[in-house]
């Protein structure tokens, strides 16, 4: 026998990542501030290779958009990749 209704756990929601903080730098050049590990992927999609791992707290600059959320970031010119 299963226990009464009322005795039951409610069901576990997913929750989604946090996406990474958006802000405006010199010249309304964006830029990412990570706010927990984030993967940085070759392409905008969550099929991409994971090229590395940005930690939580690091700032990288935004260098274009993708649909769907993602963005190229990387630091000073150099694009590393993708992120969500």
Do not use: C, D, K, Y
Request: proline content about 14%; charged content about 15%; cysteine-free.
């Amino acid at each position: 026998r299963g226990r009464p209704a009322e005795e039951r756990a409610p069901p576990v929601a997913e929750v989604p990542a946090p996406m990474p903080t958006l802000v405006s730098g010199p010249g309304g050049a964006g830029a990412a501030l990570i706010r927990q590990p984030a993967n940085i992927r070759s392409h905008p999609t969550g099929g991409g290779a994971i090229l590395r791992v940005a930690p939580g707290g690091q700032r990288l600059q935004i260098f274009s958009e993708a649909p769907g959320g993602w963005f190229q970031v990387g630091e000073g010119s150099e694009p590393w990749g993708w992120v969500h």
